[in-house]
């Protein structure tokens, strides 16, 4: 087990209604990336949090957000939700600090089904 | 073109072949390479750091080619529960980290 946990594992929500997914880092990583993963895909980059502030971000539009707190854990908030925004929703952590920096530990991830 | 494309599978292999995945980049700026495997319906887990020309763990072996921009993976002996999706993943810079689709693999008794 990588130590990375998401919360909620299943989540249902109606075109237009707002969702917040959630994320525990690994202990001692301070990266946390987010990705969404469509059926038969590879997961897309969404966007990166490094000391609280997004340092990356992949071609997704201003309604997802997100947040990281200063133990590191971090939020993904989407608006306004589409029926394209069903997919697994995956949160990696990493850290800068060791001598492999871009080693990713995913969580198990957050199913989010939009109807 | 995609920015990490993989051979688009499925791999359908005996017990004790060997098999090999490649996966190409555009991006020749491209830093860190990495091969992930996805059981169905879990997550990414990490199976291998490329850092410089290749390493070797295992039965698993993996290439980078910088000049040619690919990046393989060799698997020896298969098991069965190497049953799984590989995923290519590049680290491009700017904190971006590019998948590729994933090449389904199928190791049959």
């Known amino acids: 087990e990588t130590g990375v946990t998401q919360s909620p594992t299943h989540l249902i929500k109606t075109r237009g209604q707002q969702v917040t997914l959630r994320c525990s880092s690994q202990?001692?990583?301070?990266?946390v990336s987010w990705y969404q993963q469509a059926l038969g895909q590879g997961p897309q980059f969404i966007f990166q949090?490094?000391?609280?502030?997004?340092?990356g971000r992949g071609n997704f539009p201003p309604r997802f957000s997100g947040l990281q707190f200063p133990n590191y854990s971090s939020e993904l908030n989407v608006n306004a939700l589409e029926l394209d925004d069903s997919a697994l929703y995956l949160c990696?952590?990493?850290?800068?600090?060791?001598?492999?920096?871009?080693?990713?530990?995913f969580g198990p991830g957050t199913r989010l089904t939009v109807t | 073109r995609k920015e990490v494309e993989q051979d688009p599978g499925p791999f359908n292999v005996p017990e004790g072949a060997t098999v090999a995945f490649n996966c190409t980049y555009s991006?020749?700026?491209?830093?860190?390479f990495f091969w992930y495997r996805q059981d169905c319906r879990k997550e990414p887990k990490l199976l291998m750091s490329v850092y410089s020309s290749g390493n070797e763990d295992g039965r698993f072996t993996a290439q980078l080619n910088r000049a040619s921009q690919y990046i393989s993976l060799l698997i020896r002996d298969s098991k069965l529960s190497d049953s799984a999706t590989y995923l290519c993943?590049?680290?491009?810079?700017?904190?971006?980290?590019?998948f590729g689709a994933g090449t389904r693999l199928f190791v049959k008794a």
């Open positions: 949090y490094y000391r609280e502030e997004e340092n």
């Open positions: 991006n020749s700026a491209s830093q860190s």
């Open positions: 202990s001692g990583h301070n990266t």
């Open positions: 993943v590049v680290y491009t810079g700017g904190f971006k980290t590019i």
């Open positions: 990696a952590s990493s850290t800068r600090t060791s001598g492999r920096p871009y080693e990713q530990y």
